[in-house]
């Protein structure tokens, strides 16, 4: 006969000794449970670490990158980066001499002679045929001394406001400054190589009433060297305008500004 549910319910309670150890209860799969967790979580911190290092080189090895492209190539962050080395310390006629038969020691002979080639000097006689005395080498002298000759005419001089000397105006400050940006060999052998220099320069008049400005350009001047058994000396020489950046959004300097500016700072002697 079924039990009513009215009936009072007896529950039957064992002592303390005699429950079951095998009896399952709610707490003893919390351990369980956290241990699985940890163990999962330790495996994907493993298998991170592991992918993450996967690309990266052993110490001391080269990968196959490095070895792909050797030291100072074209491309390498080697070609491009100052190498804090000062070749040269000597000069002749204020222009750096002496250079190493290596290939830094060309690419800092045509970068000093980019400079010596772009300054005021050019524009005087006596101090441009100094120049070139100095950086060509003597068996082209005479004709690169014909061209530059050439080049910096009376008339050249007069569109940059000069007079046939090459002198300002009175009270005006004439301003030729190039400034190498850069280097690249382009053809190298052991005796003769040949070696860009990308240049800014600031060219013209500084000073009140200025009809010319000093103005900002950049060119590529292409310089071919000569090793002559002692030093790397000019044989030709070419120029092409650019590359050149997109102008800063800057103000321009007045005219007393770039006066004081060209007086009170001094140029340098390059070195790659």
Not at 250 to 265: C, K, Y
């Amino acid at each position: 006969m079924p039990v009513s549910d009215d009936q009072p319910h007896t529950r039957t309670r064992l002592p303390v000794g005699e429950q079951s150890v095998y009896q399952p209860t709610g707490r003893q799969s919390r351990p369980l449970r956290t241990l699985l967790t940890v163990l999962v979580v330790v495996t994907l911190l493993v298998l991170a670490i592991s992918i993450a290092n996967r690309g990266k080189p052993h110490p001391g090895r080269a990968t196959s990158a490095d070895q792909a492209v050797p030291s100072g190539a074209p491309g390498s962050a080697a070609a491009t980066a100052p190498s804090g080395q000062e070749p040269v310390s000597t000069t002749t006629n204020g222009i750096g001499s002496g250079y190493p038969h290596t290939d830094q020691g060309a690419q800092s002979a045509a970068a000093n002679y980019a400079v010596a080639l772009g300054s005021a000097d050019m524009f005087r006689a006596d101090a441009r045929h100094t120049v070139v005395a100095t950086v060509a080498d003597p068996t082209v002298q005479p004709g690169l001394q014909a061209r530059l000759d050439q080049a910096f005419s009376a008339d050249t001089a007069a569109k940059f406001g000069l007079d046939a000397q090459g002198r300002a105006p009175k009270g005006l400050t004439f301003v030729s400054r190039t400034v190498p940006v850069g280097t690249r060999t382009t053809n190298s052998a052991d005796t003769a190589t040949k070696v860009d220099v990308w240049c800014t320069g600031l060219v013209g008049l500084a000073g009140e009433h200025s009809t010319q400005p000093v103005s900002q350009s950049w060119y590529t001047l292409t310089v071919t060297l000569r090793w002559t058994g002692s030093d790397w000396k000019l044989t030709d020489f070419s120029q092409q305008s650019g590359p050149a950046p997109v102008p800063g959004d800057q103000q321009a300097a007045t005219a007393d500004e770039i006066t004081r500016a060209v007086q009170d700072f001094g140029g340098f002697r390059y070195a790659r």
